[in-house]
């Protein structure tokens, strides 16, 4: 923790003395009161007249900023800690409880998607084919199977990151058989995926959501569901029930949807659809309405000790991994991150699962020599209360990023303040355009980690992270645009 004291020149005392009396910070506890005085978001700050930063440099304002916040109503009996970092000298600017594991909630995004670029590459696709077996005779009959083969695709069918939509998709494959000449298909139409099979998800410890003992879930999948008839609870503009329910964030609309069942100490069954399932089923509806008969069923077959003779028939392409990692970070995508989670633990160790992923992600972290003390990597997404992690192994962690080929697409990724993504709220005066960092949004847990670009042209690391503040949301994300205003000038 930095010693503030020494600081601040006699001058500067002198200087600014007068402004600091006269804004000095109640010990009260925070009470509803102090919000109607105060207007709900003005703060108390010592910082305020062009006297104090004639005299005083950016970073004693800094310093000076997070010593008034010790004292504030909101964060005075909170767990916080702050680091603001210069990557070319590898020093310290200014700290507060830097060595203390804090839950980073989605910051937590920060290491899924840079271990994603790492492990898989920035142009990584995942692939959905469509092959057929046997032969076709004179009559444009094909005598066997259709295939469609999955990769596990988190994109598949939702428009996120630029991915095409179900009905684009089915268009191409239909078009497909089209060039084949196949006019009736006298076999099945089979499902083969050795990804993210089955249709039960394992809850990540401690998990829940925002308000009102709602808690979210990771979605499993269920079949030959249209995400068209996923029930929506929430919508925008809405307030959450009273009622305690359970939540995910579905893949396919940009909407939370409910799980209307939960069975037993970890598993879950919901409404999320098989996307190759449903690839599957409207790819079928649409041959037969397009006067391709099929005769057979769709089936899933995920293994198949002595697969059939395929030929290759069309080909869809998801967005690159670096389309995927930009839309996970810009709108703090739960279901991306956690595919990413389970697809860099299959492509590494032949495992789709979640603990699979956090191996390879806490192996990749050690290697890249991330300070493990305090870290506790539970989940992709930073759902997790569970997870911890220290302000300062966060900034070293995006520091050392810098020089990796990755990095252009890694820092494109993060919300831009003022602007962008889940930052387009905050920084919209004073570091409008110069903050780029992943926000995290827990019940009384707010996050922020990332760059900053100062008006000298410096680019600074910082990472702060707040957890069991008191007031609103809104009132402690004031409080930590203020913490970090003063550092633009650096």
Do not use: C
């Given at each position: 923790?930095?010693?503030?004291?020494?600081?601040?020149s006699?001058?500067?005392?002198l200087?600014?003395?007068?402004f600091?009396?006269?804004?000095?910070?109640s010990?009260?506890l925070?009470?509803?009161?102090?919000?109607?005085?105060?207007?709900?978001?003005?703060?108390?700050?010592?910082?305020?007249?062009?006297?104090?930063k004639?005299?005083?440099?950016?970073?004693?304002?800094?310093?000076i900023?997070?010593?008034?916040?010790m004292?504030?109503p909101?964060?005075k009996?909170?767990?916080?800690?702050?680091?603001?970092?210069?990557?070319?000298t590898?020093?310290?600017?200014?700290?507060?409880?830097?060595?203390?594991?804090?839950?980073?909630?989605?910051?937590?995004?920060?290491?899924?998607?840079?271990?994603?670029?790492?492990?898989?590459?920035?142009?990584?696709?995942?692939?959905?084919?469509?092959?057929?077996?046997?032969?076709?005779?004179?009559?444009?009959?094909?005598?066997?199977?259709?295939?469609?083969?999955?990769?596990?695709?988190?994109?598949?069918?939702?428009?996120k990151?630029?991915?095409?939509?179900?009905?684009?998709?089915?268009?191409?494959?239909?078009?497909?058989?089209?060039?084949e000449?196949?006019?009736?298909?006298?076999?099945?139409?089979?499902?083969?995926?050795?990804l993210?099979?089955?249709?039960?998800?394992?809850?990540?410890?401690?998990?829940?959501?925002?308000?009102?003992?709602?808690?979210?879930?990771?979605?499993?999948t269920?079949?030959?569901?249209?995400?068209?008839?996923?029930?929506?609870?929430?919508?925008?503009?809405n307030?959450?029930?009273?009622?305690?329910?359970?939540?995910?964030?579905?893949?396919y609309?940009?909407?939370?949807?409910?799980?209307?069942?939960?069975?037993?100490p970890?598993?879950?069954?919901?409404?999320?659809?098989d996307?190759?399932?449903?690839?599957?089923?409207s790819?079928?509806?649409?041959?037969?309405?397009?006067?391709?008969?099929?005769?057979?069923?769709?089936?899933?077959?995920?293994?198949d000790?002595?697969?059939e003779s395929?030929k290759?028939?069309?080909?869809?392409?998801?967005?690159?991994?670096?389309?995927?990692?930009?839309?996970?970070?810009?709108?703090?995508?739960?279901?991306?991150?956690?595919?990413?989670?389970?697809?860099?633990?299959?492509?590494t160790?032949?495992?789709?699962?979640?603990?699979?992923?956090?191996?390879?992600v806490?192996e990749?972290?050690?290697?890249?020599?991330?300070?493990?003390m305090?870290?506790?990597?539970?989940?992709g997404?930073?759902?997790?209360?569970?997870?911890?992690?220290?302000p300062?192994?966060?900034?070293?962690?995006?520091?050392?990023?810098?020089d990796?080929k990755?990095?252009?697409?890694?820092?494109?990724?993060?919300?831009?303040?003022?602007?962008?993504?889940?930052?387009?709220?905050?920084?919209?005066?004073?570091?409008?355009?110069?903050?780029?960092?992943?926000?995290?949004?827990?019940?009384?847990?707010?996050?922020l980690?990332?760059?900053?670009?100062?008006?000298?042209?410096?680019?600074?690391?910082?990472?702060l992270?707040?957890?069991?503040y008191?007031?609103?949301?809104?009132?402690?994300?004031?409080?930590?645009?203020k913490?970090?205003?003063?550092?633009?000038?650096?």
């Open positions: 923790m930095v010693n503030f004291r020494k600081y601040i006699s001058a500067a005392v200087a600014s003395g007068f600091l009396a006269q804004s000095t910070v010990t009260v925070y009470s509803q009161a102090y919000d109607n005085q105060r207007n709900s978001l003005n703060l108390p700050s010592p910082i305020t007249s062009m006297v104090e004639t005299v005083l440099s950016p970073k004693e304002l800094v310093d900023n997070v010593n008034t916040m004292s504030d909101v964060l009996n909170a767990t916080w800690g702050f680091v603001v970092y210069d990557p070319k590898k020093k310290v600017i200014s700290s507060y409880n830097e060595n203390t594991p804090l839950v980073p909630a989605s910051t937590t995004k920060l290491l899924t998607t840079e271990t994603a670029l790492n492990v898989l590459g920035e142009n990584y696709r995942w692939m959905t084919q469509l092959e057929y077996s046997g032969n076709i005779d004179e009559n444009g009959v094909l005598n066997g199977n259709l295939y469609i083969v999955g990769s596990g695709d988190p994109s598949l069918g939702t428009n990151a630029g991915a095409a939509p179900y009905r684009d998709i089915v268009s191409d494959f239909v078009s497909g058989i089209s060039r000449g196949i006019k009736k298909v006298n076999g099945d139409i089979i499902i083969q995926t050795a993210f099979k089955g249709n039960i998800s394992r809850l990540p410890e401690n998990v829940v959501w925002l308000e009102n003992n709602n808690y979210y879930l990771p979605a499993g269920t079949r030959e569901i249209n995400p068209a008839n996923e029930k929506l609870i929430v919508k925008k503009g307030s959450f029930s009273g009622d305690k329910k359970f939540f995910y964030v579905s893949p609309m940009n909407q939370m949807v409910y799980a209307e069942k939960y069975d037993g970890g598993t879950l069954t919901t409404k999320l659809p996307a190759p399932a449903f690839l599957a089923n790819f079928r509806t649409t041959l037969v309405k397009s006067g391709v008969a099929v005769t057979g069923k769709v089936t899933p077959k995920m293994t000790a002595s697969p395929r290759l028939v069309s080909a869809y392409k998801s967005p690159t991994l670096s389309d995927i990692v930009f839309y996970t970070n810009q709108h703090s995508d739960n279901s991306l991150a956690e595919a990413l989670l389970k697809t860099v633990g299959f492509q160790l032949g495992d789709q699962t979640s603990e699979s992923g956090r191996k390879v806490t990749h972290l050690k290697n890249e020599g991330f300070d493990m305090g870290l506790n990597y539970m989940d997404s930073g759902l997790s209360r569970a997870n911890n992690v220290t300062i192994s966060q900034v070293k962690f995006l520091t050392s990023l810098m990796e990755y990095y252009k697409s890694y820092f494109t990724s993060l919300p831009v303040g003022g602007q962008s993504g889940t930052l387009k709220r905050m920084f919209n005066g004073t570091g409008n355009g110069q903050v780029f960092a992943k926000t995290g949004t827990l019940n009384k847990v707010k996050t980690a990332g760059y900053m670009k100062t008006n000298s042209g410096k680019t600074l690391v910082f990472s992270m707040v957890n069991n008191a007031g609103s949301v809104d009132m402690v994300k004031k409080r930590m645009e913490i970090l205003e003063p550092a633009l000038d650096l």
